[in-house]
């Protein structure tokens, strides 16, 4: 079956850099676009950064993320990752690694993030 495990959230300060791992497996990962989603308590969750299955290949960013996050995968190691830099305290929220794989979207478990003093 399809899993995804996240790893590499911490506590960091403002302006600090981290860098979250999905493991990926139980479906042929080189096949099918990548992604990572994240959630705060009080926000609904929202998808952050998407990697097409072919490097190189489509990236795409959301807003909020884009010129301070980058996002790449390893097809030879079924892993995906997500490289964050200058982080602020609205960057605090759990990340999940998801893929959509009809006719539904899967997630792993989640890694948290905190962006504190």
């Known amino acids: 079956q399809v899993q995804l495990v996240e790893s590499g959230g911490a506590l960091v300060h403002p302006g600090g850099s981290l860098t979250l791992t999905c493991a990926a497996s139980?479906?042929?990962?080189?096949?099918?676009?990548m992604s990572w989603y994240r959630q705060s308590p009080e926000k609904e969750r929202e998808w952050v950064a998407s990697i097409a299955a072919v490097v190189p290949g489509q990236i795409r960013y959301a807003s909020s993320v884009k010129g301070r996050f980058t996002i790449s995968r390893d097809n030879s190691r079924n892993t995906v990752y997500l490289q964050m830099n200058s982080l602020t305290p609205e960057d605090t929220a759990t990340y999940y690694c998801?893929?959509?794989?009809?006719?539904?979207?899967?997630y792993g478990q989640g890694t948290q993030v905190a962006v504190s003093l």
């Open positions: 139980g479906f042929s990962f080189k096949t099918y676009t």
């Open positions: 998801s893929v959509l794989i009809p006719p539904g979207r899967y």
